[in-house]
């Protein structure tokens, strides 16, 4: 049958149950689950929610729950049965109907046999036990269904001899109840079967058998069967009873229920009692809709689990290629590889790709460096060439400069000269004639200095300059040279600073080659027309420099073509001044632009980034 037809026939039976839909919006099924052991217990919660889970599963009309305990090891005298007989007959009266009662385990289904009668006669039953097979003789009557789950402690056994294969025999930890030596004997007949010997380690008190276990031979496994009650008859909970037990002992300990990992044993093949509450749960709701299961029997693989304590088995030198295959090894050290593997090999995966993306980028640096390192040596190299070619042609002007503080020089030392013959020097006249040597001195070394230090091989230097100050200087080049060629220069230059970060002399050369330029432009131009205005103008983030002349203006061939190599308007030029010009002012992060003016005339325009003082 599909799932969702069998859950739909489900639902109409649990509504069959109450009396039809007018009842079952009165009332839920109600289930009553009998246990043997109390609720403090691990494998008794572990149960309860395992049932728990499936009832959820049924929808708004699912069964209502209730658990009852008999704690049969702590109530073994006469007559406690028929008090808890007198308890539950108050608490499920004709208010609080029952539609299924449920025992779990040998003392619970005896129990709820003999109270049927007085208690639920005609209510369903359904008697499971983990710890043996039901027998038949207790299925009489109508409406008794019977569960059983397969021990399991052969197949623990053969799973613990794999693991520690030198295993000869096995020392039994036990309780002094009545429940619990029954449960002895099943393991003594297991391990019997199995071809090991039994060493029975049970003393008078927790703390002798705590004692017996940490003496035990070579080649033993502890076995935790029970022990909640010693002979005195104190009771010990089993997870401290684990915890002591597995401490205390000189040998590895196990136990049949995974609810106990944790605790000190090395797991194995064990009981999940999760899922053993399941499938009550799921037959429970079989009953409640009439099918009856008149005799089953669970295999231990249904609900078993095959879990390994990690720290134990590092404890007892077990490796874990030892372990059978499937195994779940719990409470490892925190290892990032194992854990996370695959966001390992991702993260692995993406450092490897991000690594050689980085030598790329490396190597592209490099070559990008090398090629900019290559660049600028052409570039120096390129405009050195151009700048010998400029103070070629201004070097008119160089002899002009020189001549006049030469020629002062020369003229005071001949009147220092003939007052001395004349014997008529006195000490203040010669005194001012050497200032005049000085002064004359050092204007003509400033002027070998300008050209010498344009004319010398040159490096792309920035540092923080003033564009006003180049403009001067670049000024002062051309001066006599302007001059012969009847040129006026109008310099517009601001009092303000207007700083960038810059080369003085590559961009000195920028501007001597527009001016130079500016002038040719006006060769044909009357004498009386010629200017060149030349202007800095800061804003708050760019300083522009601007050259007019008043000449013919940009041809329709060459503009926009100005600033590629050997593109020129000059009848012996060979175009590569405003190229380098474009190149040195594109090093700078700038840019250069020649556009013609509406009245006539070229303005040649470049701008760069200015310098903030921090």
Known sequence: MKPGL??????????????????????????????????????IRDMSDGIAAVMRRQGAGSPVLYYEYLDSIRFEEPGSGARFRTVLKDKYDEDRPLDLV???????????????????????????????????????GSKVSRLSFEWGFDQALAVMKSVFPDTARIAMVS?????????????????????LERLDVAGPSLADSLNAVGRLPDRTLVFIAGGQVDSNGDVVPTWPLCQAVSAAANRPTLMLGSQ???????????????????????????????????????????????????????????????????????????????????????????????????VGLLYERRQRVMAEADSRQSLALAAHVDRRAAMAALTGSIAHELSQPLGSILHNAEAAELLVASNR????????????????????????????????????????????????????????????RHVHIDARLPSTPALVMGDQVLLQQ?????????????????????????????????????????????????????????????????????????????????????????EGGATFRFTLPRHVHQ
């Open 6 to 43: 069998r859950s739909l026939v489900c639902a109409l039976s649990l509504t069959a149950v109450l009396g039809g839909p007018a009842h079952a919006a009165d009332r839920r099924p109600a289930i009553l689950v009998l246990f043997v052991d109390d609720s403090s217990q691990s494998w």
């Open 102 to 140: 449920v025992a779990v385990a040998p003392d619970a289904i005896a129990f709820a046999r003999e109270a049927r009668d007085e208690l639920w006669p005609a209510v369903p039953l359904l008697l499971t036990s983990y710890t043996t097979v039901v027998s038949d003789d207790v299925t009489d």
């Open 175 to 195: 309780g002094a109840a009545q429940v619990e030596r029954v449960r002895q004997d099943r393991n003594s007949e297991a391990i019997r079967r199995a071809g």
């Open 260 to 358: 106990f990992l944790g605790c000190g044993i090395v797991g194995g093949l064990m009981r999940d009692f999760t899922k053993i509450g399941a499938i009550i749960g799921e037959r429970a709701i079989d009953a409640l809709t009439g099918r009856e299961r008149r005799n089953e029997l669970i295999p231990f693989e249904s609900f078993a689990t095959l879990k390994f304590d990690a720290r134990q088995l590092a404890r007892w030198g077990v490796p874990e290629r030892r372990l059978p295959s499937g195994s779940v090894v719990e409470f490892r050290e925190p290892s990032l590889w194992r854990e996370y593997r695959s966001e390992v090999l991702v993260a692995l995966v993406g450092l490897l790709v991000q690594s050689i993306l980085i």
């Open 425 to 484: 020097a006195s000490t203040s006249d010669l005194q001012e004639i050497l200032r005049e040597i000085r002064t004359e001195d050092a204007r003509a070394s400033q002027i070998i200095h300008r050209h010498r230090t344009m004319l010398k091989r040159h490096e792309l230097d920035k540092r923080p300059i003033d564009m006003h100050s180049v403009v001067r200087e670049s000024l002062a080049l051309v001066a006599h040279d302007a001059a012969a």
């Open 510 to 598: 920028v501007v001597v080659n527009l001016l130079i330029n500016a002038m040719d432009a006006m060769s044909d131009t009357a004498a009386a027309d010629r200017r060149v205005t030349i202007q800095n103008a800061a804003a708050a983030d760019i300083v522009e420099v601007s050259v007019r002349d008043a000449g013919p203006g940009l041809s329709a061939e060459v503009d926009g073509r100005l600033f590629e190599p050997f593109v020129t308007t000059k009848a012996d030029g060979i175009g590569i001044g405003l190229t380098i010009a474009r190149s040195i002012i594109s090093a700078h992060d700038g840019v250069i632009e020649a556009r013609n003016n509406p």
